[in-house]
T-cell receptor, first 115, second 115 residues
């Protein structure tokens, strides 16, 4: 299957700072990328869907100004958590779909801890 | 609205026992169905998927799932579990909406296999 990478794998930051997480499709062109959030011992919650070159579509209850998503190229999407607070601490997972693939491929996730 | 329901949140089995994890979804249109596994400390891995054709799908590690359209179900089965199957299992449904493809996950089932 295709490979999706995320960077960084872990990040610790102070409250009030912004954090950027990168998601890359390594061997295919990702026309659509998805960002999920996973709370401890919980399922994945879809935050937003982004198609290359257009604005992301956010799920209900997800703050657009808080979680900025950019999908500027077919291999890269970024999620920026702005003015992070401790309640934003979570595991963020991206996935990508595109090329000849009908399914989504998931990245390894980024664990964000806000102090 | 689209939703995915997994019936069991926690399952404890002894080695060699048979496994069946329930998954039901609500969506009236065409869907693609998936089961993912997440081993402790690792990221999501695809176990199996259904797009079309034979409703009985075989995946990796001896897992299989059956799509029953009339029941909106996609239950996961394994005849004889092993200790190494201890993990969390997620059912996921991908559908096409006006905004494009979207995958929604069930709450997950945490399986513990006793040696």
């Amino acid at each position: 299957g295709a490979v999706v990478s995320q960077h960084p794998s872990r990040v610790i930051c102070k409250s009030g700072t912004s954090v950027k997480i990168e998601c890359r499709s390594l061997d295919f062109q990702a026309t659509t990328m998805f960002w999920y959030r996973q709370f401890p011992k919980k399922s994945l919650m879809l935050m937003a869907t982004s198609n290359e070159g257009s604005k992301a579509t956010y799920e209900q209850g997800v703050e657009k100004d808080k979680f900025l998503i950019n999908h500027a190229s077919l291999t890269l999407s970024t999620l920026t958590v702005t003015s992070a607070h401790p309640e934003d601490s979570s595991f963020y997972i991206c996935s990508a779909r595109g090329g000849s693939y009908n399914e989504q491929f998931f990245g390894p996730g980024t664990r964000l801890t806000v102090l | 609205a689209q939703s995915v329901s997994q019936h069991n949140h926690h399952v404890i089995l002894s080695e060699a026992a048979s496994l069946e994890l329930g998954c039901n979804y609500s969506y009236g249109g065409t869907v693609n169905l998936f089961w993912y596994v997440q081993y402790p400390g690792q990221h999501l891995q695809l176990l199996l998927k259904y797009f079309s054709g034979d409703p009985l799908v075989k995946g990796i590690k001896g897992f299989e799932a059956e799509f029953i359209k009339s029941k909106f179900s996609f239950n996961l089965r394994k005849p004889s579990v092993q200790w190494s199957d201890t993990a969390e299992y997620f059912c996921a449904v991908m559908s096409r909406n006006t905004g494009g493809f979207k995958t929604i996950f069930g709450a997950g089932t945490r399986l513990f296999v006793k040696a």
